[in-house]
Each structure stands twice: as C-alpha cells, then as structure tokens.
C-alpha cells in the first residue's frame, strides 16, 4: 500500500508493505543512502534516525508505524550541514571508515537537545551505536566540544 | 539524478560510460564535487600515474590503496602534496584502477592490494617522488614562461613564484604547460626538517563526506534496473544444495528471480527487504555429506592432542630440551584463542554489471589484482575485461582482503546466473556476514620456561597449533619446511635474549572453517601468550616486569624504547589509586613489534567483586618511524584498542555440530562506549622510514589487562575471551 511519509521537512511517498523497515524505505525507495544498513536487529544503531526529535532505530521499525511523524534523517542534520556536532566531528576527526558515523550523529544529537551537558555516563547511556574502527574516544570528546565542554568535564 | 560515484576509478569508469549511464542516488555535494573532477580533467597535467593537476588547479591524487577507515587516502595525498608544495584544500583524492604494473604493492611484486599495515610503508619514497616530480616540472614550465632560471622560482601552498620580478602562477595556470614538459628522471627530495604536512595535523579528506552521510560505500550503489540479491547459505561449511523449492520465495512482492549457485541460492528482488523475505520465504534442503560436522570443543581437543608431539620447527636457539634437562624451576602454560569474526559494519557486499565481453564491479576493494584474476578467471575474460571500482569500504579488518574473493565471486556468480540481464548488488546480512566464516582461526599454545637457580631465563618452548590461513590458496608458496609465517609471527621472532628456545607448529589441514588474516593476523595470538607468559617468568624470577623485559632487550633498542617511553608516561612503579569498595586494581604490561612498528602498552584495570573487568585507561608508546600523520596514529591506535579489547572481553565465535553459533551483534557484541577505556598515545621521535599503524596498536591491548588482571587477583587467564568468573572475589 502507499505510505504517505514526512521525511526532512518534505512529502513522500512509498508504495511498500507496511511491514517494510523504515531503513529499506528510506534507502531502496527513496535514495537517502546516508542512513546505514548493520544489523537489521536494533543492536548497532547505523541506522539511527530521528522521529519527531526522538531516536529511532529505523531498521526495526515498520514503514506502516511511522504515520505523521516527522523523520529526519543526516542528511537533514542541519540545513547548512553545519551542525554543532558535524563541526565538532571534524575538529576530534572522529570518522576512521565512516559506515557508523551517521548514526553517531544523530544520536549525539537527539542527546545534546535533551541534556545539553551530558556527563560521562549520560553519554554512555545514550551513545549505544557500535563502532567497529573504536572512535569512541573521539566521539566522546565531539559531543562535549559540541556542547561547550572541556573533555575532561563532568568526567 | 545522474552523475559518477565520486570515490571511485574515474578513468575506467569514463572508458565504460558510453555503454553505462548511472543514474546514483547523490546528494548535491558530492554531484558537484564530481562535476569539478570533470572540470579538472579538461586539460589535465598527468606527469605520472598518481596525480593529475586540472585546470582550475584541482590536484588530485590517485590511491592505490583502499581506504577502510585507517587514513590511507589522507596519508598517501599528504606525501604527493608535501613534495609538490600543494596547499592541503587543493587535493582531492579518488580510488586507482586494478593495475598490478602501475600500482602494485611495492612490498608484494606484482600484486595491487593493501594489507600487512604496508600503505604508508611501500608508497613512502614512490608518491613523495610523484609530487616532486610534478612539482620540478611546474617548476621548468614556469621559468620558460618567465624566462627566468628555475632555481630562482619557490612553490609554496600552490602558488609557484618568482619573487624578484614578483610573478606568480597557480599550478591550474601552469598545468597544460607543465604538461608539454619531459618528466625529470630524478627528483630531489625534501630534508625532513623542511617538511610542512608530514608530521603536521593534514585533516582527513574523506571527513566531510562520512558526517553528512554522503560517503560512496557498496552498500549504497544503486544502478539502473538493478537487482539485489540475499543469499541463503548452507548452515555448515562444505555443505551444498540438494533441492530447493523456490514457489514462496516468488510469492513474494519484488522477488524477481530464484537461481542456485555454487554457494547456495540466491534470490534476486527489486529491493533488498523484498529479497530478505524472498529468502526467508524460500525451502532448501542441504546436503552435508562432505561438511564439516565438528564443533569448536570437537577442535580444541584435537588441538590439545596435537600438541603433545613435535610440530614443524620456527625457530631454534641452542638446545632447548637440553636447557629442561636439569634446571630450578620450569613454568608451564597452556592457552586456547577462538575463532574470530571481522564483523565490519558495513556487513559483506558486492555490486556486478555483467556484459559480454566486460564486467564491471564496484567494491570496496582490498586485493584489486587478485580478485581481477578470480573473477576474469571464472568469466572467462581478460583481467583487463574486468574493470574494478574502489569504493570506501564499511571497515575491513583483514576481511575484504579475501584470498579466495569469496564474496565477490559469489556476486559474480548470481550475476552469471541471470545472464547478466541486470546488475546484481549482492547483500550479505548481518547473520551472513557473521556465519560465513574466513575467521581468525583458532590456536592452542602451549609454552614452557627454565628458570636457572639465580632466576636466570634459560630456556623456552613454544608449541603452537591452528590452521594456516596461507595453506591451500595462491600464497600457499609462502609456507616454508611447513611453516606458514602468519601463524607464527610474532612468536618466532620473540625478541628476548633467551639462549635456548624452539618454536614449533602444527597446522592441521582438515578443519573445514575457512579462515584469514584478522588485524594485525598472527600477532593476535603470540602477543597474549607470549606477553603474559613472560610476565609469569618474571614475577617467579620475582623481578618487576618492565625491569625484567629490559635486561632481555638488550639487542632490541626500539622495543626497549617504547616500554620505557609507556613505562614513565604510565607512571610505572608509582602507586595507582586504590579501588572502591574492595575493587581490585593494577596495571599491566606488554610490549610487541608487527609489521616493523614498535608498541608497548601499559593497562589499568579494575577487576570488580563480580568478577567483572573494567579497563580504566591505556597508555601506549608507539615507534612507527616518522608519524607521516600524528592525529591518525594516534587514531589508530585508540581504534586498535577498541578492537583489541572487543575479543579479550567477549569476542568468540563457536561452533556446534559444524554451524556457528553466533549469528549477529546480540552474541558477538564488539565493545561500547561505555566499555572503552580512556587511551593516552605517546608517539617516538624517529628519522626511520614510516611503518604501518593500522594494526599494531591491537597485540599488546589483551596481554597488558590480562597482565594487570593477573598483578591485581593473582590469577593468570590462559583463555580468551576472558572468563569473568575465575575473578570472583
């Protein structure tokens, strides 16, 4: 059936079964590549995206249970691609291959909206993406960058 | 939208493009970044095959290397753009062709492939004398334009200039000239002191594209009429099909097409969430007859049993039986490692566009000439009828570097089974990727020391037995008297001065689990064993273990360097705050050489009351000659760790019955951010040529936080990953 999506601020349509992930819809039907494909069991989080302001792990959740939500995905971060946090990701140099990176992002993101100084362990409480290269560290040092922190805050 | 993929060989690609259009899903900055590279190449200076310099004075460096996240594309684009006086936002970087007489690996002969931590080590002197190159003759076409004596013209930041008449050019402006110019024989290289990027912070240049999610990577081809394919596999390996019943898999909206190949059958849709319920939906009956059948207890038995007789020798000091004949004391151990998945993120992939008389694949591609020669061989093509295209690949880890191109020719396979009526990306799922096997294989080890009556270290034996990853394919010339070199690196050339030693090994050829290089390969195992084991020696020398190491690494200064350099900047023999509540805390030590890099880590640990392990920070000393880039060593490094630590902590692949027990991250979980520990890289001053980093920083992680472990409970943990439960307060 056709699913009538709101996808970075603009209208589409998908004409999958309802049971499609969100993921499939996203890259097969409509080309926005940038949200990735790594486990199809909500366990690495590189598909991660946002509805209405929340993270959602777009790989296990079905096309049919999207309705109006609003889904926002990286390549929407920022309109001029200049996000707190992409800025922040290049000055850490945070990406090694780069596959997970988009997941991190949005993440980061929806967590800095919510706890704009996260501590260490808030970071660990939200920031549950696998990164197989293990720039964690970095990832940790661009979230505080991003939200006006010392690395060695809230330690 | 139509455009090229931007990371991948352009100029095979523009030799297909008449009877390929791409329509690719690109988001407008990456078209434009394309559209440049168009530009650029209206009137091209193109003085060897590394580099092209564009009009609009774009230079583009061309990476024989793949790049899978370890900074190659960066590092090698720093080495032309140093000797070329480049400024840094000029360079753009795009992926070489297959081609093992222009860009092969210098440290392999003929072959185009990366692995072995060998990018940065082989193209050291090559891709500096690329830039120089160019730059001299930029250089001559300026000097005949101005009249003036070369030697009076500077480049700098990309602007060539004659100061005394005060003119300037760009090197866009200076291009079609430069161009015209015989190619110098011989360059001059620069003095190190006057580097201005080598040793410098070059940023990535692949970093703005994977933070807006618009970085080329397999996964994220899509060609025109294009067809996914899900492959349903055999559960054990050597197993094949014995009938399938493809009516439901059809049933399904999207599928498109069932065929059987050599590796299973697969099912072809026009999406791959079509293609995954198409698979599902699909009856296959197996035929095990010839499998494999043994579980992995099945296996460490027979390894246990082997290891009771003599294997093939690795290396022999003196008289090492002899040296056990009579001595004070003997230690003994005997350690067990599993098998071990890559677990890229970017799960195996493949796309194939299958002609009469070409076939064009887009990959991230790791061993260029060896998968053209598969795959031209299973054709029937010329290798040059098969045009390769390096895409970024999702991680690797060893894994597309496959010496069977198992999954490439399994793509070319579905492709040939449709006749090539459509481009086929193949898709492997989490559960494929994870099940499929080319595995760090498992290894035993059994090691036993002689201490003399003052303590003295005067005899080693070193049993080793596992599978050889180089026995049975193409590099199987490689395995000398029975000795393949990856299963003992790192144990064979133990750097201790030890007067008695024998390394030996078996590597039994009947346990049908395929399985490869695995970063930093046969390091993975001999650094635990060996590492930990000296730490054992020392404590029952009753020397500090830093202190005991030195006085055997008299005849290995870099080695030495490092573990004092981590030693002091870990603040070793000081003490380290205590735990809380009756948390157990230490440190540990390791030091150990691969792919000709030096690195020496120090652990602190916390062993909880539970038995639990918490690796609070580790400090890393590292002497990888000159740090051509230090932010990415240290990058590396940190990532070395994570990886290091994901397989102490809780990284095994099983088997039971032959079928693999693990299926996807719920029971093969690499570590978290959470789980990462705080990593502190210390990197040597060096005027030696630059080594390898991607793997190095991996070996000494598991042997140092078992070392602290051991130093904080007293217990010494001889398998991985490691048991929880033997800590128990």
């Known amino acids: ?155 | 939208m139509n455009a090229r993929i931007e990371n991948a060989s352009r100029r095979n690609f523009l030799q297909g493009a008449a009877s390929l259009t791409l329509a690719l899903y690109l988001p407008g900055a990456v078209a434009s970044a394309a559209n440049a590279a168009t530009a650029s190449a209206a009137a091209p200076f193109e003085p060897n095959a590394f580099l092209r310099i564009g009009a609009d004075g774009t230079v583009t460096v061309i990476s024989k290397h793949l790049e899978m996240g370890q900074g190659t594309y960066t590092g090698l684009a720093t080495l032309v753009a140093e000797e070329l006086d480049a400024a840094w936002a000029q360079v753009r970087i795009e992926g070489a062709p297959a081609d093992a007489k222009r860009y092969n690996n210098l440290q392999w002969g003929p072959v185009q492939g990366t692995g072995g931590s060998t990018a940065m080590a082989n193209s050291w002197d090559q891709l500096r004398q690329a830039g120089a190159s160019a730059r001299a003759m930029l250089v001559a076409a300026a000097a005949q334009q101005w009249q003036v004596p070369a030697d009076s013209i500077t480049v700098s930041e990309g602007v060539v200039t004659h100061a005394p008449s005060q003119r300037k050019a760009t090197f866009g402006q200076l291009a079609q000239a430069a161009a015209a110019l015989p190619v110098p024989a011989s360059v001059q290289l620069k003095d190190p002191k006057d580097f201005k990027l080598i040793g410098k912070r070059a940023p990535r240049k692949d970093t703005a594209a994977k933070i807006r999610g618009q970085a080329r990577f397999t996964q994220d081809v899509h060609l025109p009429g294009m067809l996914t394919a899900v492959v349903a596999h055999p559960p054990r390996f050597g197993g094949k099909v014995k009938s399938f019943d493809a009516k439901a898999a059809l049933a399904v909206k999207g599928v498109v097409n069932v065929a059987a190949i050599p590796s299973g059958v697969a099912v072809l849709a026009k999406d791959t969430w079509s293609a995954k319920k198409g698979r599902d939906a699909l009856q296959v009956e197996w035929d095990d007859t010839n499998a494999f059948k043994l579980g992995t207890d099945d296996i460490f038995a027979r390894y246990h049993e082997l290891a009771k007789s003599p294997g093939a020798v690795a290396r022999k000091e003196g008289d090492a039986n002899a040296a056990f004949a009579a001595p004070a004391r003997v230690l003994r151990a005997a350690y067990d490692f599993p098998y071990l998945a890559h677990a890229a993120m970017e799960p195996m992939n493949c796309v194939v566009h299958l002609q009469k008389d070409r076939c064009d694949i887009w990959n991230g591609e790791q061993f260029q000439t060896i998968d053209q020669a598969k795959v031209a061989g299973l054709l029937g093509l010329k290798p040059e009828q098969v045009n390769l295209n390096m895409l970024y690949a999702g991680g690797s880890f060893g894994r597309r570097a496959s010496k069977d191109a198992d999954y490439i020719l399994e793509a070319v396979q579905v492709a040939k089974a449709i006749d090539g009526k459509a481009p086929v990306k193949l898709v492997w799922l989490r559960e494929d990727d994870m099940k499929a096997g080319y595995y760090r294989p498992a290894f035993h080890h059994a090691l036993e020391a002689a201490l003399d009556a003052q303590g003295k270290l005067i005899g080693w034996r070193h049993r080793l037995v596992g599978q050889s990853i180089l026995a049975n394919t193409a590099f199987a010339g490689m395995i000398k008297d029975g000795i393949d070199f990856v299963s003992v690196e790192g144990a064979a050339n133990l750097p201790y001065a030890i007067p008695n030693m024998l390394v030996d090994l078996h590597s039994p050829q009947d346990i049908g689990v395929p399985v490869l290089w695995w970063r930093s390969v046969g390091s993975t195992h001999t650094a635990y064993s060996t590492e930990t084991f000296i730490d054992e020696v020392a404590a029952a020398a009753g020397q500090d273990p830093v202190a005991f190491r030195l006085a055997l690494l008299e005849h290995h200064p870099r080695h030495a360097a490092v573990l004092k350099l981590a030693a002091e900047k870990a603040g070793w023999g000081t003490p380290l705050a205590k735990g809380a509540n009756g948390e157990r805390r230490a440190r540990g030590v390791a030091v150990h050489e691969s792919f000709k890099t030096y690195v020496a880590q120090v652990a602190e640990v916390t062993v909880k009351l539970d038995g639990s392990v918490v690796v609070d920070r580790i400090v890393c000393a590292v002497d990888c000659g000159i740090a051509i880039n230090p932010d990415n060593v240290r990058s590396q490094i940190e990532g070395g760790v994570g990886f290091a630590l994901s397989a102490a902590l809780q990284g095994a692949i099983t088997l039971k019955d032959g079928v693999v027990e693990q299926s996807n991250f719920h029971d093969y979980a690499p570590l978290r951010i959470n789980q990462m520990p705080k990593v502190d890289v210390h990197i040597m001053p060096s005027a030696e040529k630059p080594t390898g980093v991607g793997e190095p920083g991996v070996p000494p992680v598991a042997p140092a936080v078992a070392n602290a472990i051991a130093a904080a409970t007293g217990k010494y943990l001889r398998n991985l990953p490691f048991s929880t439960d033997a800590l128990k307060a």
């Open chain 1, 1 to 155: 059936m056709t699913y009538q999506l709101n996808i970075n601020g603009a209208a589409h349509k998908a004409d999958v079964e309802g049971e499609t992930p969100l993921l499939w819809v996203l890259r097969d039907t409509l080309g926005l590549t940038g949200t990735k494909y790594g486990c199809g069991a909500g366990a690495c989080g590189a598909c991660t995206v946002h509805i209405d302001g929340n993270v959602v792990r777009s790989c296990v959740m079905p096309v049919s249970a999207v309705g109006k939500g609003k889904v926002r995905t990286i390549e929407a971060l920022s309109p001029d691609r200049k996000h707190a946090l992409q800025q922040a990701w290049i000055a850490e140099q945070v990406p090694q291959c780069g596959y997970c990176q988009s997941g991190m992002l949005m993440a980061a993101a929806a967590l800095l909206k919510s706890t704009p100084k996260p501590t260490d362990a808030q970071i660990d409480a939200a920031m549950t993406n696998l990164c197989r290269c293990g720039t964690y560290p970095r990832v940790r040092r661009a979230i505080k960058r991003a939200a006006g922190m010392k690395a060695e805050d809230a330690a």
